[in-house]
């Protein structure tokens, strides 16, 4: 079982940055694969960006390739995703997801732990 807390987000300008972070409770962070997700409003949760253990591979949705970088410090059992280049359609609120299944990208249904959330606001 692993808790997860978000924080980071915020209100910023189009081309503006962002760092989110989740921290894991437990001892075995890291072992699990870890991702970040994002919910807008009237829409699905959708994939953002995942990493797996031992920061072996990253993959990126293609709406965030190139801008957003995720990445994970084992040692403090914290994930990160570090949004640069902000843009209005980025507005959403912003789930950490972990599971220990090793195969695991970017469906919603196979990450079995997720934070409360945080939300990235975006303003043109």
């Known amino acids: 079982q692993v808790q997860l807390v978000e924080s980071g987000g915020g209100l910023v300008q189009a081309g503006g940055s962002l760092r989110l972070s989740c921290t894991a409770s437990?001892?075995?962070?890291?072992?699990?694969?870890m991702a970040w997700f994002r919910q807008a409003p009237g829409k699905e949760r959708e994939f953002v960006a995942r990493?797996?253990?031992?920061?072996?591979?990253?993959i990126y949705a293609d709406s965030v390739k190139g801008r957003f970088t995720i990445s994970r410090d084992d040692a403090k059992n914290t994930a990160y995703l570090q949004m640069n280049s902000l843009k209005p359609d980025d507005t959403a609120v912003y789930y950490c997801?972990?599971?220990?299944?090793?195969?695991?990208?970017?469906?919603?249904?196979?990450?079995?732990?997720w934070g409360q959330g945080t939300q990235v606001t975006v303003s043109s």
């Open positions: 437990g001892r075995t962070f890291s072992t699990y694969t």
């Open positions: 997801a972990a599971s220990m299944d090793l195969a695991v990208i970017r469906s919603k249904y196979e990450y079995p732990y």
């Open positions: 990493i797996s253990w031992r920061s072996t591979g990253t």
